[in-house]
């Protein structure tokens, strides 16, 4: 059986626009960045600043001989990076280079979570 490869390329942020997407998931929900959600305030915010986590260019290739463009091989890459993109909707940022360890923090956690260390373990066992 005969492997073809299928390449997809999307531009990267420059390091000012990462800055820029740094910035606006600071300041929106906590636990956006940990969960891999990517909240509508946010996508429309990286939208407006034309920071979009889906890029206007993207180029493909394969090295498949198929006459259909794009090919099969291409088409199934695709679905499945949407796939992966539909389930944790930040992974469209790291994809353009931004690290979203770096915009995670200890207190991004569920609002309805409290970090083990606030509780008073006195007063919680009495």
Known sequence: MKSETAVLSLPRYT????KSVM???ARHTRGGASSGDLPDEVHAELVAEKLSPVPDAT????????RID???HVTAAT???S??????PTSALAVRGVDLSAA????DVPRRWM???NLDSTAFFG
């Open 83 to 88: 796939l992966i993109v539909d389930q944790m």
């Open 104 to 107: 995670t923090t200890a207190k």
């Open 115 to 117: 970090p083990i260390e």
């Open 59 to 66: 180029g493909a290739f394969c090295t498949c001989s198929g």
């Open 70 to 72: 794009p090919c099969l």
């Open 79 to 81: 679905y499945a990076i």
């Open 15 to 18: 390091a000012t626009e990462r």
């Open 23 to 25: 910035r606006i998931l």
